[in-house]
């Protein structure tokens, strides 16, 4: 039995013999979750492997068998140890191409509102401090609307880090994003969360990467040297080393 996640933090097992594809498992789970079958040339696997200063993710091609990627991963493991370094490989179904759904359509909802919730809180999108705030008072009705105030205001502050991406955690104090999310979320207003999430994805529809593909990347220096653009400088647009390129 293979454990198989979701962005959403939650897991579940499908079975995996010798033989069994990429393919066949994410049907599988696909199924057992009762997602729409037709829909699966839109997700994928995506292998997660989390270090312990970053976590990476990459495209698993669906042919491979899943008992050889298991071994590989072994492997890297073992091989990590020898470095007193501990990596830990987990499978994530994912959406891989995004696609329109009916408003009402409860799967289709849920699986792109988690995918962007996480791109959100991990800090891939470029948003203002007023989105930043408005989109954790959605999430926060989302996870602990049902609960007694001080249970949310409890959960708000023992989870801030999943609710307010890092990059813009540090602007401010743990205490003051709280009491801002905990401001707005006063003036949210939503029947169940399938009208929340709807919510949510409404207000970063706008955002450049909202619902684009998005790869961990190494910039190459050498590729781009002043004889090959119009600005006659080496990396002109100031490209970090280690990026993130999304593609819509």
């Known amino acids: 039995m293979l454990p198989i996640y979701f962005y959403s933090g939650a897991s579940t097992t499908v079975p995996c013999e ?19 079958v037709s829909r699966v040339p839109f997700f994928s696997l995506f292998e997660v492997c989390i270090k312990p200063d970053r976590m990476e993710e990459r495209y698993i091609n669906e ?31 994912k959406l891989l191409l995004y696609y329109k759904f009916n408003e009402e359509d409860l799967d289709s ?10 791109e959100v809180v991990k800090g891939r999108m470029i948003i203002d ?15 602990s609307g049902h609960k007694k105030k001080a249970d949310i205001e409890q959960d708000l502050k023992t989870d801030i880090r999943n609710y307010v991406a890092s990059r813009y955690l540090k602007q401010s104090t743990p205490d003051i994003w709280v009491a801002k999310i905990l401001s707005e979320y006063a003036s949210v207003s939503f029947r169940n969360q399938l009208e929340a999430r709807k919510g949510y994805l409404e207000l970063i529809k706008d955002n450049d990467l909202y619902q684009s593909s998005q790869f961990m990347c190494v910039y190459n ?26 593609i819509k």
Not at 66 to 84: F, G, M, P, T, Y
Not at 109 to 118: A, D, L
Not at 129 to 143: G, M, R, S, T, Y
Not at 226 to 245: D, L, R, Y
């Open 221 to 246: 220096e050498s590729m781009n040297t002043k004889n090959n653009n119009s600005q006659g400088e080496i990396n002109p647009h100031h490209i970090p080393k280690e990026c993130i390129v999304g």
């Open 18 to 36: 010798s033989y069994t594809t990429v393919r066949d498992l994410k049907t599988m789970v696909m199924r057992k979750l009762q997602l729409n």
């Open 109 to 118: 909802v849920t699986m792109h509102y988690v995918q962007t919730n996480f």
């Open 129 to 143: 401090e007023a989105l930043v705030v408005k989109l954790a008072a959605v999430q926060l009705f989302i996870n």
């Open 63 to 93: 042919s491979d068998k899943v008992c050889d990627l298991l071994s590989v991963w072994q492997r890297e493991i073992e091989d990590a140890k020898k470095k007193n370094l501990k990596w830990e490989f987990k499978m994530y179904l």
